[in-house]
């Protein structure tokens, strides 16, 4: 049958707490029905014997019949109290709230049960102000009743009122003892960035709590919001004292230590970590990125690996691992776990192109491409990837045509334009047409005017065919602005500067390039056309020599220095 005692719909708390963690229904006295014996004396005889029939159906879950006698009992009756809640109750479990008021409002002399019961139905119709006014009513008789105060909190969160929240909810919290509506107040002021009375409010549910860890995680992260950051590690610290086999603590203490970058801590407890008996893979997945950024590979591959035996299927861990094999050149380890993970996932790229990438490096081009190519007939997303891939592989083969109609098939099926425009553009450049290359770009900075990259390509092309100077300068000079410490783009300013006959601010840019980018054929050679068009012989020179150390075929060069 329904429950005839107070139900308190808490469904809305979800969308409205900060951290979306709803508290329990509290304890509460309920509203019931009184018992047939308790009203037999006061009532007329007709209107007990239907009334206690309605009892008996709603017992037997026969709402209809209930319903048609309560209303028989209220025809003899029609004033009286106990049946009025009886059925109002009904109604309401019934979720008829309008039929329930229509009985309840008549009542003559309304206890603090009425109030409540008619604050619920004001409430499932979401006439939250006549709701309100209702819950203030029956509070003025009992100040400290616990579905009262939590009700009363509820209408004030779903106005986003968290401060009166509040103050209702530390009410409840009190009077039921209940840690999850602890639990609850302290978000709530964490919500308005009260922190120190959120971390003494949780301190209080952990006491009426002892089975929840993660009531100390919430704590260590309401401290440290706070500024306390020694209260929110030790927060962490008797957490784990007291749960030594919770694993989502110790994966946040790795994380603390790793913020103070205190990696001899992180070391230790990420050992402990791979150690415990935990099945949540997700941990494990999470630490090993953290790990590996520490560049503590080892611990890093051990926490993969303790994910993967959780979940044979952890994408996450058949893609790292794979990555640090091939970072350590095991082609053969890296090539296993991609294999496995395009067998459990052949709609996205990442363990295609990782294979691929293998065999380009194993000087097997040809076995790189039919891979990607094959790859296409399964990736669904991040298409892209694959496709830019292809396209600079078949560009590597001298197989321009192919390249760029793959690259203009992406711009057809709505890929990423850009890319694939300045793919184009620099294919252009390479195989030395010049107008075709700035007509690219041209489009590129037309759909993207701040693009960087493609302002430098196309200002450092036109200072290299020594045209439209000016234009180039404007483009290296915005290039460079976005990004003062990228050496090639310094180099460009360097070169543009040089053509304008600039030279002292040349060598200044050049210079500056030199510290950025120590060894490059390009910006040493352009050191010395700068130092030979300042007169500065020998500096140029041995600029030069320099370069062709790097570069020993380049015939510029060597042209340059027999001169």
């Known amino acids: 049958m329904l429950n005839r005692g107070k139900r308190l719909a ?4 979800a969308a409205l707490l900060i951290s979306g963690c709803a508290a329990s229904k509290p304890t509460a006295k309920p509203v019931l029905a009184p018992r047939a014996a308790e009203v037999q004396k006061e009532m007329n005889p007709d209107a007990y014997n239907h009334y206690t029939n309605a009892v008996i159906y709603e017992q037997e879950q026969i709402w209809d019949e209930a319903i048609k006698e309560y209303e028989v009992a209220l025809s003899y009756e029609p004033l009286s109290y106990d049946i009025r809640m009886a059925l109002g109750l009904l109604y309401f479990n019934m979720n008829r709230a309008s039929q329930a008021l229509d009985v309840l409002l008549p009542i003559p002399t309304k206890t603090g049960d009425t109030y409540r019961l008619l604050g619920d139905c004001y409430r499932q119709l979401n006439r939250d102000d006549e709701a309100w006014a209702v819950y203030k009513r029956a509070l003025a008789d009992d100040s400290n009743n616990v579905s009262l105060n939590y009700n009363l909190g509820m209408l004030a969160a779903k106005q986003r009122k968290l401060d009166e929240a509040a103050k209702y909810f530390q009410v409840a919290a009190h009077y039921s003892g209940n840690p999850e509506l602890f639990q609850q107040i302290a978000e709530m002021y964490a919500g308005i960035g009260m922190f120190d009375s959120a971390t003494v409010l949780l301190e209080r549910a952990i006491t009426l709590n002892t089975e929840d860890p993660s009531l100390y995680s919430r704590l260590s992260v309401y401290y440290h919001a706070g500024g306390k950051k020694l209260e929110s590690k030790n927060a962490l610290y008797r957490g784990v004292r007291n749960y030594p086999n919770d694993a989502r603590l110790r994966a946040q203490l790795i994380e ?19 150690d415990l008996p935990s099945t949540d893979k997700v941990i494990y997945e999470r630490i090993g990125q953290v790990l590996l950024k520490a560049k503590l590979d080892t611990l890093a591959e051990a926490s ?24 350590r050149k095991e082609y053969d380890s890296a090539k296993s776990y991609f294999t496995d993970l395009v067998g459990i996932d052949s709609t996205t790229p990442d363990g295609w192109v990782n294979l691929a990438f293998i065999y380009e490096q194993e000087k097997q081009p040809d076995k790189s491409m039919d891979l990607l190519q094959q790859a296409l007939m399964h990736v669904t997303a991040d298409r892209d990837n694959v496709q830019f891939y292809l396209a600079q592989l078949l560009a590597g083969k001298q197989m321009a045509d192919s390249s760029l109609a793959l690259l203009k098939q992406i711009i057809a099926e709505g890929g990423d334009t850009v890319r694939a425009l300045f793919m184009i553009g620099a294919q252009y450049e390479h195989d030395g047409n010049f107008d075709k290359t700035v007509e690219t770009f041209e489009l590129l900075l037309s759909i993207d005017s701040s693009n960087v990259q493609a302002l430098n390509y196309l200002g450092y092309t036109f200072a290299d065919k020594n045209v ?57 050679e352009h050191l010395g056309d700068i130092q030979m068009a300042l007169g500065n012989t020998d500096e140029a020179r041995s600029a030069w020599q320099a370069a062709l150390r790097v570069d020993p075929k380049n015939e510029k060069v060597k042209v340059k220095l027999n001169k």
């Open 256 to 274: 603390t230590y790793n913020s103070e970058d205190d990696l001899d801590s992180v070391a230790i407890v990420a050992k402990q970590l791979v």
């Open 10 to 13: 808490i469904g809305v708390l």
């Open 304 to 327: 993969f690996k303790k994910a993967l035996a959780i979940d044979s299927t952890s994408r996450y861990a058949m893609f790292y691992l794979g990555r640090m094999a091939m970072d």
């Open 468 to 524: 439209r100077l000016d234009e180039s300068l404007r483009m290296i000079q915005k290039a460079v602005a976005a990004d003062t410490a990228n050496g090639a783009y310094l180099d460009s300013y360097a070169w543009v500067l040089y053509r304008l006959g600039r030279y002292d601010d040349a060598l200044t840019q050049i210079n500056k390039a030199l510290t950025l980018i120590k060894d490059d054929t390009t910006v040493l």
